[in-house]
T-cell receptor, first 112, second 114 residues
């Protein structure tokens, strides 16, 4: 079945440094979604990418969907302490009503 | 609009007991999905309900079951609890088809099995 791998598992950065997390699917995706979970909280939707090669920006966050629609990345420029949390990608398969498959997440720590 | 609500928020049970968790989706959302979250395994899909019908099921034993009511509220049940069932159980609602729809997560029920 479809698998979504996410790396790295953990990332510690100094405040002001950049951060990137990568998501790779074993199969072609119909769409990819990104979620953020703050410590002690629940996942919150950030964005959805649908088109091949799509790039979307939200302030300091840049999301990319690969040309083959099998990989994606989230890049944060100049991290802040408010960026702390776990970032999950979730891929939608091509066929029917199959559920989203979540990556295991990347836990980001930001050292002030 | 009120968000997804889950009750109870915290639960302590002993091995062999059973537990029922409840989820109320956002008004107008007809799809409810359940996930188990543990530190080592991330978010694992349990099942999805749409219009009272189970449409998808994850790779969990039959001890895990669920249902959805006509008002879209959903419950999940775990029978014969095991220590490994200790986890955060998250419910998420969406408007319709799970693949393309944004998942709106509830705060979760934290279950501890002793």
């Amino acid at each position: 079945g479809q698998q979504v791998m996410q790396i790295p598992q953990y990332q510690h950065v100094q405040e002001g440094e950049d951060f990137t997390t990568y998501c790779n699917s074993s199969t072609t995706l119909s769409n990819i979604q990104w979620y953020k979970q703050r410590p002690g909280g629940h996942p919150v939707f950030l964005i959805q990418l649908v088109k091949s090669g799509e790039v979307k920006k939200q302030k300091r966050l840049t999301f990319q969907f690969g040309e083959a629609k099998k990989n994606s990345s989230l890049h944060i420029t100049a991290t802040q302490t408010t960026d702390v949390g776990t970032y999950f990608c979730a891929g939608g398969g091509l066929s029917g009503n199959t559920p989203l498959v979540f990556g295991k997440g990347t836990r980001l720590s930001v050292i002030a | 609009k009120a968000g997804v609500t889950q009750t109870p928020r915290y639960l302590i049970k002993t091995r062999g007991q059973q537990v029922t968790l409840s989820c109320s989706p956002i008004s107008g959302h007809r799809s409810v999905s359940w996930y188990q979250q543990t530190p080592g395994q991330g978010l694992q899909f349990l099942f999805e309900y749409f219009s009272e019908t189970q449409r998808n099921k994850g790779n969990f034993p039959g001890r895990f079951s669920g249902r959805q009511f006509s008002n879209s509220r959903s419950e999940m049940n775990v029978s014969t609890l095991e220590l490994g069932d200790s986890a955060l159980y998250l419910c998420a609602s969406s408007l319709a088809q799970i693949q393309r729809e944004t998942q709106y997560f509830g705060p979760g029920t934290r279950l501890l099995v002793l």
